[in-house]
Every structure is written in C-alpha cells, then in structure tokens.
C-alpha cells in the first residue's frame, strides 16, 4: 500500500534541510536598516522643495488639509524617483477592504512616447486618487454589483514605502477606500475619521488644565501579535488549514500544553531564523518590532511592536502579517493567523494596547509617581472608563467573528463579558475618588528576593490580570479580545469614538463648573465619583474565568454576548447609530452595510467550514475507517476459523462498525444543514448557522476524533497533532 500524505508528509520533513543563515545583520546596523525602504521625513525633506515638505509635515503631524495645488506633483516627482532608484518598476494603491485583509492593483511608471521610446511618469493626480472596481469587495448594500466605481485616496499621514520582491520592487501607498458616492467602504476611513474624532474633545481637556501649546492629540497603539508556525508538508497534506485555517478534525494529543513547557522556551532554530528574517524586513519597512518569544501553546510564537500612531499600527500591523506569511514559505514553514487552529490548546489573540498622547509625546494615561494628585490623568483615566462602561457592546461586536468565538471565554482567552482591570495601586487610587477622599498613592516598593548577590528588584505598583478583557497596564489599557486574524482598525474604531464621546461629556461638565466661578480641582472633585459610581460596575480585578464571575456580571447587569452572532445588532442600535453619527465617524448607512457584511462573513465561513469537513468525511476519515474495518473483520474471522476465542475482538469491530455509521449518518445530517438556505436576511442566516449547522459541526468533530483513536496509524491519512504541533 501506498504511503499516504502525513507519511509522505513526514518522511520530507524529515530529509529536508534549510538554508538558514540567509540574514547576517553585522552587515548593517538595525540603525541603517529602519526605515530603509520608507519615504518617510527624512526622505521627504532632502527630496522635496522646503515649502513642500513643510506643508506635508503640517498635514502629517497636525492634520491640517492640503490647500497648495502644486504640492500633490511635487510629491510624486520626489516619491517616484527615489522608488525607481530602489528598484521599483510599479506603483500601487494599497487599501483595507472590509474583508479584513489588504488589496491592491499595481500600474508601471511606464509611459510611451510617440516615437516608439519610453519615460517613467508618475503624476500628483495619479498619487492622490486611483480607481479599483469597488464591486467585488464586501459593501453590504452600499454598492450595487453592477455599480462599480470606487475610489483610493492618499493617506499622506501613512508613509509610501518600497515591497521588495525576487523580481523586482513595487512602491507602495497606503489609501482610503470609498464609493462613488463618498462611504467608507474599508478600514481606514473610518479609523481616520474617529482620531479626528478624539482629538478636538482630549484638546478641550488640556486646555482646562492649561496646555495651549498641544494642538494634536493622537491615540497610540501598539498590537501585540500571537501566531503559529508549522512545516508546510503537514499543512499541505491538511485540506481544512488549507480552506479554513483551522483544523476542523484532530484527536487530542497525548502532550499538549500541560507541562507549560512552551512559554519563553528556547525558539526552535528554524524558527528563530524565519523570525530573525521577518524582522530584517520590518526593520526596512519602519515597522518598530521589540519583542519575540514563544507562546503558551506548541509551534505558537509572538511578535510586538512599540506604540506608534493607530492609523500608522494599524497600517503596519496588516504589514507585519503579509511579511509573516512570505517570509515563513522561505523556511518551509506556514504562518497560521486564525484565532483557533488547534482545539485544545491556546488560540492566538491580538493585544490591543492603546493610549492617548499629544502632538509633544505626552502619554495622557501615564499616571506618574502618585496617580492620586495627578488630577490631569485621572480625568483621562475616569473617561476611559466611562466609555466602557456606556458601550461595552461595541467593544464585543469589534472581536466578533466565527473564528474568535473559539477562543474567547475559553482558559485561555477573556471572556466575552467586557470588564476593566485597574490594578492594586490605581483600583485604590479610584476608589479613595469615588469617595471624595484622595490622599495617597500605594507604591511598589522592592523585592527581598532572599539572594545575597541580586539587587533589590523594584516591584511594581499593580500585578497584571490575563483574564480581563479591558486591562490597564502602567501606562496604556490594554483591549485582550482582539483576534489574531483582525485588522485592528475596526476596535481602533470604536475605542477612539467612545472616549471621544466620554471626554466630550466631562468637557462639556468642567468647562461649564469653570465658567461658573469654580475652580478646575472643585470641579473635577465634584464630577468624577458620580461618574465612578455610575461606571464601576464595568471594574473586576478578580478571576474572568470563574463561574462566580459570570453570575456576578448578570447581577451587574453587564452583557454576556458568547457568541458573535448575538452580537452583531449592537452594530446598528439607536445607541450606535447616534454615537457614530455624532461624531461623524459612520453614518447609518455604514453602519446598517457592516452589519450587514459581518452577518455574511459569518455564514460563508461556517458554510466553507461545514463543506470542508463534509468533503473530508466522505473522502479522507471513512475511506481510512472502512480499510481498518476490513482488516479487522478479516483478522476475527481468520482467527476464529482457528478455533480461538474472539469475543473481545468481537467486541472491537462492533464499537468500529458502530462508530462509522454515526460518523456517515452524522455526516449526511450536516451536508443537509449546510445546504439548506435559511429563510430572511443575512443576519437570520447567521443565526441559522450558529444555532444548527455549528452545532452539528461540533458533533461530526466529536466522533470524527474518536474515530482517529481508533483506526490503525499506518492507514489515518491527516497528519495528527502530535505530529504537527511538535516535528519542526
């Protein structure tokens, strides 16, 4: 008998070797290496004509439009000439769909002249705005398939840079997306649209407290991303990762994650190398990456980044995920980016960790040594809070999709109930305001660790909770349920739009007090515990994976939404509707088109998962079964025509039989469900698809996992997870 594709799978993995020495950074300083291949300031002010680039800068740094008509060609005069000297032959438009992911369309610098000789153009009008066919990305109504024309615009806030490729090098310039009509149809529009949002309302805060010279303030982010990496030869021969990016089969294997012997383990060579290439090539791109480690799970890695802009993270944190999924191929790895790709052990989330800091650096959340007389931050802090508190929906409906709710609730994930953890120092700090009654700051101190050659270690003033959904941590709070797969646009979105709104409210509440005759501490001391006594329902600092939590949450009175689809309608609620139109950040028709778009997501995904895992029943898991059957059934009848006792046997190749006939029962049942078209609309269909085809899936699993414990080695054709999680 032929081998079949896990063994074939593994016999490669098991004679192939890497090159992985591919990158020696002694021949050039990580200094010389940022932001090589970015127009960033520093190119733009050698490049560009001083009147030029100062306008840009002021657009850039403080958001100010571009009035000067000649600006846009000096742009890209400068732009195309110092991406040809890079290599490049073409240029392209990226944007950020509302498929998640990124799109482009590429066009040569080529010009024909009219006696057959050729120059390389590239216009302002050809930087500014460009046309893809806007009828072939998710639009949720909003376009008509026959209606086709969109737009990109050029987002100078986000720097052009070079994507090198073997043959060649393309420059590329980050855009908006939008209809003919003018609605977002991507990302970035609206990520912009909330930052202009915060910004004005965080202005009228510190100019309360004196500071006329801020005159940005910008929220910062910093994503931390979980990822794995596994040899292609099993990913190839395992259709479902192919499809899905997650197994929809896999028994449990005898070790997993129970040793806790993964976490900042030692990295596996090859994949240090692949990580260390990764990095070479952010390091080109301006990507800011700090940290890499292992991960809670086998084959699970992370890679972080230091605070940059949000529209700029966001932007680089597509970035560092398309670099993630090239570069791995190089080393004969694959990047998997869905939440849960292996049952039983830790999913992989996005940590969101986002502050506010004006256009001089000024982190608005750092609370300094003694929070408790920094009235400034505790009015920042107080809002974000409230925010919280009043929209905690939104927040859950951004980290909403079918992958993700295989991992939130879970032991290893938060849970979907959105709660705030603040620490030991500042619960108390925020407890001694709510009753009006601030005197003192907990400190750290230091660690005695009972080592006479150490130092004393500082401790500091908070420990950390891996629990909480919406944590602070030092200096910044830290948004725990974002997805691994997501974009970090859409919970970008909604965070800057809801303290928008919060720091508008207690705006509005201390400028009034102000111009009454209050003083600003008065008026500070008089607003925020009733804020705190309205909001502090949203506060826990103990266990979110406990029973008594999820009972305590109800009694706060805190939404509970477990699962995606029950989530969705938050997306258009009155509450939602008013807030983002306020603000100017979606209109109802934007918000009625993605709410449309994430009950589509949902369906197709389970639709293409229920059909993959229907296909490999039929084709992969019964054929395998029904071999190991018939080698049993000849087996017990040779040896009970020799007259030996095979009651036992017996029993075997019934429990089989039995099992494969509830397996190609089962099977039938959820091809039926998958087929079946849901009566309504796309969120009805969603519904349909939680509530009877995953549970069917869930059920398929179940057995097709039993079945794999039972048929022999040499003849189950998937690679297993002891073997992909642990070969590298």
């Given at each position: 008998?032929?081998?079949?594709?896990?063994?074939?799978?593994?016999?490669?993995?098991?004679?192939?070797?890497?090159?992985?020495?591919?990158?020696?950074?002694?021949?050039?300083?990580?200094?010389?290496?940022?932001?090589?291949?970015?127009?960033?300031?520093?190119?733009?002010?050698?490049?560009?004509?001083?009147?030029?680039?100062?306008?840009?800068?002021?657009?850039?740094?403080?958001?100010?439009?571009?009035?000067?008509?000649?600006?846009?060609?000096?742009?890209?005069?400068?732009?195309?000439?110092?991406?040809?000297?890079?290599?490049?032959?073409?240029?392209?438009?990226?944007?950020?769909?509302?498929?998640?992911?990124?799109?482009?369309?590429?066009?040569?610098?080529?010009?024909?002249?009219?006696?057959?000789?050729?120059?390389?153009?590239?216009?302002?009008?050809?930087?500014?705005?460009?046309?893809?066919?806007?009828?072939?990305?998710?639009?949720?109504?909003?376009?008509?398939?026959?209606?086709?024309?969109?737009?990109?615009?050029?987002?100078?806030?986000?720097?052009?840079?070079?994507?090198?490729?073997?043959?060649?090098?393309?420059?590329?310039?980050?855009?908006?997306?939008?209809?003919?009509?003018?609605?977002?149809?991507?990302?970035?529009?609206?990520?912009?649209?909330?930052?202009?949002a915060l910004s004005p309302q965080a202005l009228r805060i510190l100019k309360l407290f004196g500071n006329d010279e801020a005159k940005k303030v910008i929220t910062?982010?910093?994503?931390?991303?979980?990822?794995?990496?596994?040899?292609?030869?099993?990913?190839?021969?395992?259709?479902?990762?192919?499809?899905?990016?997650?197994?929809?089969?896999?028994?449990?294997?005898?070790?997993?994650?129970?040793?806790?012997?993964?976490?900042?383990?030692?990295?596996?060579?090859?994949?240090?190398?692949?990580?260390?290439?990764?990095?070479?090539e952010m390091f080109k791109l301006g990507i800011p990456v700090k940290t890499r480690h292992n991960e809670v799970a086998p084959s699970q890695y992370e890679i972080?980044?230091?605070?940059?802009?949000?529209?700029?993270?966001?932007?680089?944190?597509?970035?560092?995920?398309?670099?993630?999924?090239?570069?791995?191929?190089?080393?004969?790895?694959?990047?998997?980016?869905?939440?849960?790709?292996?049952?039983?052990?830790?999913?992989?989330?996005?940590?969101?960790?986002?502050?506010?800091?004006?256009?001089?650096?000024?982190?608005?959340?750092?609370?300094?040594?003694?929070?408790?007389?920094?009235?400034?931050?505790?009015?920042?802090?107080?809002?974000?809070?409230?925010?919280?508190?009043?929209?905690?929906?939104?927040?859950?409906?951004?980290?909403?999709?079918?992958?993700?709710?295989?991992?939130?609730?879970?032991?290893?994930?938060?849970?979907?109930?959105?709660?705030?953890?603040?620490?030991?120092?500042?619960?108390?700090?925020?407890?001694?305001?709510?009753?009006?009654?601030?005197?003192?700051?907990?400190?750290?101190?230091?660690?005695?660790?009972?080592?006479?050659?150490?130092?004393?270690?500082?401790?500091?003033?908070?420990?950390?909770?891996?629990?909480?959904?919406?944590?602070?941590?030092?200096?910044?709070?830290?948004?725990?349920?974002?997805?691994?797969?997501?974009?970090?646009?859409?919970?970008?979105?909604?965070l800057n739009t809801i303290v928008a709104e919060s720091l508008d409210f207690i705006a509005t509440k201390l400028e009034a007090d102000v111009k009454a005759g209050?003083?600003?501490?008065?008026?500070?001391?008089?607003?925020?515990?009733?804020?705190?006594?309205?909001?502090?329902?949203?506060?826990?600092?103990?266990?979110?994976?406990?029973?008594?939590?999820?009972?305590?949450?109800?009694?706060?009175?805190?939404?509970?939404?477990?699962?995606?689809?029950?989530?969705?309608?938050?997306?258009?609620?009155?509450?939602?509707?008013?807030?983002?139109?306020?603000?100017?950040?979606?209109?109802?028709?934007?918000?009625?088109?993605?709410?449309?778009?994430?009950?589509?997501?949902?369906?197709?995904?389970?639709?293409?998962?229920?059909?993959?895992?229907?296909?490999?029943?039929?084709?992969?898991?019964?054929?395998?079964?029904?071999?190991?059957?018939?080698?049993?059934?000849?087996?017990?009848?040779?040896?009970?025509?020799?007259?030996?006792?095979?009651?036992?046997?017996?029993?075997?190749?019934?429990?089989?039989?039995?099992?494969?006939?509830?397996?190609?029962?089962?099977?039938?049942?959820?091809?039926?469900?998958?087929?079946?078209?849901?009566?309504?609309?796309?969120?009805?269909?969603?519904?349909?698809?939680?509530?009877?085809?995953?549970?069917?899936?869930?059920?398929?699993?179940?057995?097709?996992?039993?079945?794999?414990?039972?048929?022999?080695?040499?003849?189950?054709?998937?690679?297993?997870?002891?073997?992909?999680?642990?070969?590298?």
């Amino acid at each position: 008998m032929s081998a079949t594709a896990r063994q074939q799978a593994i016999q490669t993995i098991a004679t192939t070797t890497y090159q992985l020495n591919r990158i020696v950074f002694k021949d050039k300083t990580l200094k010389e290496l940022f932001g090589a291949n970015v127009f960033g300031e520093a190119e733009q002010k050698a490049r560009l004509p001083k009147p030029i680039f100062k306008a840009l800068q002021k657009t850039i740094k403080l958001g100010a439009q571009l009035t000067d008509p000649n600006l846009a060609d000096a742009v890209a005069s400068a732009m195309k000439d110092w991406a040809i000297e890079h290599g490049a032959t073409h240029y392209t438009h990226l944007f950020q769909p509302l498929t998640g992911l990124t799109a482009e369309k590429h066009d040569s610098f080529l010009s024909p002249n009219s006696d057959g000789s050729a120059m390389s153009e590239f216009s302002g009008k050809e930087l500014v705005k460009g046309e893809p066919d806007a009828s072939s990305f998710p639009s949720g109504g909003l376009r008509a398939t026959f209606e086709a024309r969109g737009y990109t615009g050029w987002d100078p806030t986000s720097p052009a840079y070079i994507r090198e490729t073997p043959n060649g090098a393309t420059l590329v310039i980050p855009t908006v997306f939008v209809s003919w009509t003018g609605e977002a149809l991507d990302k970035k529009t609206p990520l912009l649209r909330s930052m202009e949002a915060l910004s004005p309302q965080a202005l009228r805060i510190l100019k309360l407290f004196g500071n006329d010279e801020a005159k940005k303030v910008i929220t910062t982010v910093g994503p931390e991303q979980e990822y794995f990496l596994i040899d292609k030869n099993f990913y190839y021969a395992r259709p479902d990762l192919i499809n899905c990016g997650r197994t929809l089969f896999g028994a449990k294997p005898p070790k997993g994650q129970e040793l806790e012997d993964q976490y900042f383990g030692t990295i596996p060579e090859r994949v240090i190398a692949c990580m260390a290439d990764c990095e070479m090539e952010m390091f080109k791109l301006g990507i800011p990456v700090k940290t890499r480690h292992n991960e809670v799970a086998p084959s699970q890695y992370e890679i972080a980044p230091i605070f940059e802009d949000s529209n700029l993270a966001t932007d680089h944190n597509q970035l560092t995920m398309d670099v993630m999924r090239r570069t791995a191929e190089t080393y004969g790895l694959v990047c998997l980016l869905h939440e849960k790709p292996f049952a039983g052990i830790n999913g992989s989330g996005k940590h969101n960790n986002w502050s506010m800091s004006t256009d001089a650096g000024e982190n608005l959340l750092n609370p300094g040594d003694n929070p408790h007389d920094n009235a400034q931050f505790l009015v920042f802090c107080v809002a974000v809070i409230r925010a919280v508190a009043k929209y905690p929906e939104l927040l859950r409906v951004t980290v909403a999709s079918a992958g993700n709710d295989h991992r939130l609730g879970a032991n290893e994930a938060p849970p979907a109930i959105i709660s705030i953890f603040l620490g030991d120092q500042l619960q108390d700090v925020m407890d001694q305001l709510e009753a009006s009654n601030l005197k003192s700051t907990k400190q750290g101190g230091h660690m005695e660790v009972g080592v006479s050659v150490l130092p004393k270690l500082p401790r500091d003033a908070g420990d950390r909770n891996r629990t909480s959904p919406f944590a602070f941590t030092g200096n910044k709070f830290e948004f725990r349920a974002v997805g691994s797969s997501f974009s970090i646009g859409g919970p970008n979105v909604v965070l800057n739009t809801i303290v928008a709104e919060s720091l508008d409210f207690i705006a509005t509440k201390l400028e009034a007090d102000v111009k009454a005759g209050k003083s600003l501490n008065k008026a500070i001391q008089d607003l925020l515990p009733g804020i705190l006594k309205e909001s502090k329902k949203v506060i826990f600092n103990g266990n979110g994976y406990s029973e008594e939590w999820q009972v305590e949450a109800a009694k706060r009175g805190l939404p509970n939404m477990k699962n995606s689809v029950d989530s969705f309608p938050s997306i258009i609620s009155k509450a939602s509707i008013e807030l983002f139109g306020k603000y100017k950040v979606l209109t109802e028709k934007e918000l009625h088109a993605r709410y449309e778009i994430f009950s589509e997501k949902y369906v197709k995904e389970i639709a293409i998962e229920a059909n993959m895992m229907v296909h490999m029943a039929k084709t992969m898991i019964v054929p395998a079964a029904l071999r190991y059957q018939a080698e049993v059934a000849a087996s017990v009848n040779a040896t009970k025509a020799a007259g030996v006792d095979v009651s036992t046997q017996m029993e075997h190749l019934k429990s089989l039989a039995n099992a494969i006939s509830k397996f190609q029962t089962l099977t039938g049942d959820l091809k039926s469900a998958a087929d079946h078209h849901a009566a309504g609309d796309a969120y009805g269909h969603a519904k349909y698809m939680k509530e009877t085809v995953v549970s069917k899936m869930e059920e398929l699993r179940k057995l097709g996992d039993g079945l794999e414990d039972m048929v022999a080695d040499d003849l189950w054709p998937l690679p297993t997870y002891r073997e992909m999680l642990f070969i590298k």
